[in-house]
């Protein structure tokens, strides 16, 4: 079955440096990808979409400029969190839908940002 | 506004025992997803559902969906321990995003 593949799955960072989460689709394409964050003991919240080849659509109150995506291939999205600070800290999850699997949407493994 | 509920948010139940998730959303859509999270886990994929009338079953676990009372439920047989999760609705509300529900913890009691 699809398969999507989320990198790494937990960080500890410092307050101030940025980070990089990646999203890999590893057997089929995904023109669109989303990000969602998730807090401690609530429900996921849809961040951006992410489509290839052009610019994200992110969610009211999102900072785009903090939130940094880019969808560069068909297989990769990337989310960079830019000056992180404490209230960054969360559970980040990609999903991506594979066409041919029907109306399926599959989700990476997440990721756990911790800020210092 | 697009919204989906989710009742309960809590939920014991002994081993055994019977029960029913309810979730209910806020303007039409025919493309509502059931999901199960373990403690720091990702979401796993439990049922599509795609059409009113629609249900799907998979061991002790049955969906449904009933479009015109925009409500899906989620219903549990002879819970076993192995059930305990938080398990999440989503809603597509057309746009090929999803709308997640509050979530309901469940804990199976042995």
């Known amino acids: 079955g699809a398969v999507v593949s989320q990198h790494p799955s937990w960080v500890i960072c410092k307050s101030g440096t940025s980070v990089k989460i990646e999203c890999r689709s590893l057997d089929f394409q995904a023109t669109t990808m989303f990000w969602y964050r998730q807090f401690p003991k609530q429900s996921l919240m849809l961040m951006a979409t992410?489509?290839?080849?052009?610019?994200?659509?992110?969610e009211q109150g999102v900072e785009k400029d903090k939130f940094l995506i880019n969808h560069a291939s068909l297989t990769l999205s990337t989310l960079t969190v830019t000056s992180a600070h404490p209230e960054d800290s969360s559970f980040y999850i990609c999903?991506?839908?594979?066409?041919?699997?029907?109306?399926?949407?599959?989700f990476g493994s997440g990721t756990q940002l911790s800020v210092l | 506004e697009l919204k989906v509920e989710q009742n309960p948010l809590f939920l014991s139940m002994q081993e055994g025992k019977n029960y029913t998730i309810y979730c209910n959303y806020s303007t039409t859509s025919d493309r509502l997803y059931w999901y199960r999270q373990d403690p720091g886990k990702s979401l796993e994929s439990l049922f599509v559902?795609?059409?009113?009338?629609a249900v799907k079953q998979e061991g002790r676990l049955m969906a449904s969906l009933d479009t015109k009372a925009r409500l899906s439920t989620l219903h549990i047989t002879a819970a076993v321990h192995d059930l305990s999760a938080t398990y999440f609705c989503?809603?597509?509300?057309?746009?090929?995003?999803?709308?997640f529900g509050t979530g309901t913890r469940l804990t199976i009691i042995p």
């Open positions: 992410s489509n290839e080849g052009s610019k994200a659509t992110y």
């Open positions: 999903s991506a839908r594979d066409g041919s699997s029907g109306e399926k949407l599959f």
């Open positions: 989503a809603v597509d509300f057309g746009n090929e995003k999803l709308t």
């Open positions: 559902l795609l059409s009113n009338g």
